[in-house]
């Protein structure tokens, strides 16, 4: 099993399918990120919202931001709100969150370095990267199962058994799909067994086609999105415009527990 983790499974497939042929398949993928996402900011017009909106909050600005303050809220919007899933709040929902997202980014990075820095015919190998694969797919899983089966507001809130799928699930779906397919073919193939290690790396295959080919209909770029919303709500708070709303009143707030006096499970 530690051998395992410690091996690139693409050089294993490079002595059937050529290194050439993956990295394509890889800058095949990245072409599909930017059509989906452009395609989807076009249809949907948020881009278009978002800078009128920003547009249009500036003009209610108290204060000037100079360069190296607008720089500050960038730094820490960057490392607290996205580098942590801020908005998420304190708690499990925010736990898996940041385990799925961390998972993801290592996956993704370490399938790119192993596929073009150590593949091949004369390549090196690498086992930090190899392990990092696995542990990227690993955490993606135990961060994405969590949210599928417990947290999902659908099931958590509204009572919907954990099999019922909507259009909304296709995003954690086919990144659930992409690391459990990606896991069972490193191990076949590592323990040899070629029809099983073929069957798991067509899944794999088809799993990362629908998770890149699906992100005009996913909740895919939501990772582009989200970072966006939260460097302009702190700059709108940092100069005073606030996003057009009014200023939090100076006497303490007195709603009584409001929404937090029960979790929301009326049903
Ligand atoms: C590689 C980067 C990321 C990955 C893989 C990822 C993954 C996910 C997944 C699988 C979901 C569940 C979607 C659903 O079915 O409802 C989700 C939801 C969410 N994501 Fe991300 N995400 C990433 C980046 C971000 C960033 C940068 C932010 C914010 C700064 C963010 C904020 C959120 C929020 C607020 C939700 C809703 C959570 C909930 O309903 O509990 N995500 N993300």
Same mark, same amino acid.
């Given at each position: 099993m530690g051998k395992m983790l410690n091996t690139n499974p693409f050089s294993l497939l490079a002595e059937i399918v050529s290194p050439f042929a993956m990295q394509s398949f890889l800058i095949a993928m990245i072409v599909l990120i930017v059509l989906g996402t452009i395609i989807q900011m076009i249809h949907h017009k948020n881009i278009i919202y978002f800078f009128n909106n920003a547009k249009k909050a500036k003009l209610q600005a108290t204060r000037e931001i100079g360069v190296a303050e607008k720089a500050s809220i960038l730094a820490k919007t960057t490392i607290v709100d996205i580098g942590t899933t801020s908005e998420l709040g304190f708690g499990k929902r925010r736990l898996s969150h940041v385990l799925g997202m961390y998972g993801? &980014?290592?996956?993704?990075?370490?399938?790119?370095? /192993?596929?073009? @820095?150590? *593949?091949?015919?004369?390549?090196? #190998?690498?086992?930090?990267?190899?392990?990092?694969?696995?542990?990227?797919?690993?955490?993606?899983?135990?961060?994405?199962?969590?949210?599928?089966?417990?947290?999902?507001?659908?099931?958590?809130?509204?009572?919907?058994?954990?099999?019922?799928? &909507?259009?909304?699930?296709?995003?954690?779906?086919? /990144?659930?799909? @992409?690391? *459990?397919?990606?896991?069972?073919? #490193?191990?076949?193939?590592?323990?040899?067994?070629?029809?099983?290690?073929?069957?798991?790396?067509?899944?794999?295959?088809?799993?990362?086609?629908?998770?890149?080919?699906?992100?005009y209909w996913s909740k895919f770029a939501h990772m582009f999105y989200k970072p966006g919303a939260a460097i302009q709500k702190n700059l709108a708070e940092a100069d005073g415009s606030r996003d057009n709303l009014p200023p939090p009143a100076d006497a303490p707030e007195q709603f009584g527990l409001g929404i937090k006096r029960e979790e929301p499970k009326h049903y």
């Open positions: 993801t &980014i290592i996956f993704w990075v370490s399938s790119v370095v /192993l596929v073009f @820095c150590y *593949t091949g015919a004369g390549k090196s #190998s690498s086992s930090m990267w190899s392990m990092l694969w696995h542990v990227g797919a690993i955490l993606t899983c135990v961060g994405g199962y969590w949210f599928w089966f417990f947290l999902r507001v659908d099931v958590s809130a509204e009572a919907h058994p954990w099999y019922r799928i &909507i259009k909304a699930d296709l995003f954690v779906l086919a /990144l659930l799909a @992409c690391s *459990t397919f990606g896991l069972a073919w #490193s191990y076949t193939q590592f323990n040899g067994q070629a029809g099983l290690s073929f069957l798991f790396l067509t899944l794999f295959v088809a799993s990362n086609l629908i998770l890149f080919g699906g992100v």
